[in-house]
């Protein structure tokens, strides 16, 4: 088993969709930014209501991914 060194940074995504989208637009986002990614962990999950209905999704979550140098194949 290969030994693997991630390290872990915190993002928050919104969406006016779904949690999902939520999770989807933050991964999309700091995928243009962060080399690497390679898990995330959902830590909590909320949202905003108006009116009586759901205006928006928003999730804090843990992103891990691989120091330079390390190959996700090592």
């Known amino acids: ?3 693997h ?5 915190e993002l928050a995504g919104s969406s006016e969709i779904s949690h999902a989208d939520a999770i989807e637009n933050a991964i ?8 690497n990614l390679r898990w ?6 909320r949202g905003e ?3 009586g209905e759901i205006r928006h999704y928003q999730v804090t979550m843990k ?5 330079e140098g390390e190959s ?3």
């Not at 060194?5 to 940074?9: A, F, H, K, V």
């Not at 999309?28 to 080399?35: E, I, L, Q, S, Y």
């Not at 992103?63 to 120091?67: D, H, I, R």
């Open 28 to 35: 999309g986002r700091a995928a243009a930014t962060v080399r």
């Open 5 to 9: 060194t991630y390290r872990i940074i």
């Open 63 to 67: 992103v891990g991914f691989t120091l």
């Open 49 to 51: 209501i108006e009116d």
């Open 40 to 45: 995330f962990e959902v830590t909590q999950m």
């Open 72 to 74: 996700a194949d090592s």
């Open 1 to 3: 088993m290969s030994n």
